[in-house]
């Protein structure tokens, strides 16, 4: 398939873009190779080569995520007494006492 000038700026001014006149021939040669390389491609034998790749991507398999439940040396209320949304509240450092509520 072989684009013509007219097909240049037809491309051009549907990406918006300006090309000079004299870039013209090169550009619409450029884009003949491509599709014509986009010609060859079509006319590979495909069929299974997305079976035979989702063959490969399975990887290795992965362990179930199950852990023994470990229990806490102290109780839980006695370094975070409480919770919010799912978070530990927990109190303020010394350290931090003067930043005041920006920190």
Known sequence: MAVSKDDVRHIASLA???VPEE????????????LGQMEVLE??????AAAAADAVRAGMPLR??????????????????AMKY?????????THED?????
């Open 64 to 81: 179930t995520d199950e852990r023994p439940s470990i229990a806490l040396q102290h109780p839980r209320e006695s370094f975070a007494p």
């Open 43 to 48: 006319r590979v034998a495909s069929a299974g």
């Open 23 to 34: 870039r013209l021939d090169d550009l619409a040669k450029e884009l003949s190779g491509i």
């Open 86 to 94: 799912g978070f530990f509240l927990v109190p303020r450092l010394a």
């Open 99 to 103: 930043a005041g509520e920006a920190s």
């Open 16 to 18: 918006r873009i300006g």
